[in-house]
């Protein structure tokens, strides 16, 4: 059974970090990918990155922010998330793609983990 877990949320001021970890079960994957939802927006992209390999792929808005890498001994990846800003508040998804193909689009990742808050005060 696959399993996607986020873990990291929580609240921190505008200008802080958090680390979000995203520990993966159940079957090996080709790309592992971030996603958020803010209320009433639509699902976007944040960041991507291949299981083999250094390719990684960024949202614009998170660009020299944030970064994602993976432990492939914990297969677990992370999105380490500094100087944050209160408009990155929102609802971060942990996604998996049995390919390789490093991308945004997420109506192509096969697995969704149930996601974890990120609240960032002004």
């Known amino acids: 059974q696959v399993q996607l877990v986020e873990s990291g949320g929580g609240l921190v001021q505008a200008g802080g970090s958090l680390r979000l970890s995203c520990a993966a079960s159940g079957r090996s994957f080709g790309t592992m990918g971030w996603f958020r939802q803010a209320p009433g927006k639509e699902r976007e992209f944040v960041a991507a990155?291949?299981?083999?390999?250094?390719?990684?792929y960024y949202a614009d808005s998170v660009k020299e922010r944030f970064t994602i890498s993976r432990d492939n001994a914990k297969n677990t990846v992370y999105l380490q998330m500094n100087s944050l800003k209160p408009e990155d508040t929102a609802l971060y998804y942990c996604?998996?793609?049995?390919?390789?193909?490093?991308?945004?689009?997420?109506?192509?990742?096969?697995?969704w983990g149930p996601g974890t808050q990120v609240t960032v005060s002004s």
């Open positions: 990155l291949r299981w083999s390999g250094s390719s990684s």
């Open positions: 996604a998996a793609d049995r390919s390789m193909l490093v991308h945004r689009v997420a109506s192509l990742y096969d697995y």
